[in-house]
């Protein structure tokens, strides 16, 4: 198993950044991508970010340069840094692994809360 642990969420007011990191432990020797994900309430679960084992990111079309994913393979810590936060950022964050070795698998955190309000 693997075990994604999320933190660095929180309140701010718009315009401002957050910081959230994930941390896996485990077995954890076949991860690939390291990413997040963020569910606003009443929407489905979207892609926010990910990070390859090269450490090359891709992002979904809303991040729009706003938001950084970076990756730390020697502990498995997997970062991203949100810029110029806006009111519909709000929402909860997953952090999320996947390897297709032996087999496909998805691995998910608990998720961490991030509030943007004036």
């Known amino acids: 198993q693997v075990h994604l642990v999320e933190s660095g969420g929180g309140l701010v007011h718009p315009g401002e950044s957050l910081k959230l990191s994930c941390r896996a432990s485990?077995?954890?020797?076949?991860?690939?991508?390291l990413g997040w994900y963020r569910q606003i309430p009443g929407k489905d679960r979207d892609f926010v970010a990910r990070?390859?084992?090269?450490?090359?990111?891709s992002y979904a079309r809303f991040v729009r340069s706003r938001f950084t994913g970076s990756r730390d393979s020697a502990t498995n810590t997997v970062f991203l840094k949100m810029n110029s936060l806006r009111p519909e950022d709000t929402a909860v964050y997953y952090c999320?692994?996947?390897?297709?070795?032996?087999?496909?698998?998805?691995?998910w955190g608990q998720g961490t809360q991030v509030t943007v309000s004036s």
């Open positions: 990070v390859g084992p090269d450490g090359t990111p």
């Open positions: 485990g077995s954890i020797s076949n991860i690939g991508a």
């Open positions: 999320h692994a996947h390897s297709l070795v032996p087999t496909r698998t998805d691995y």
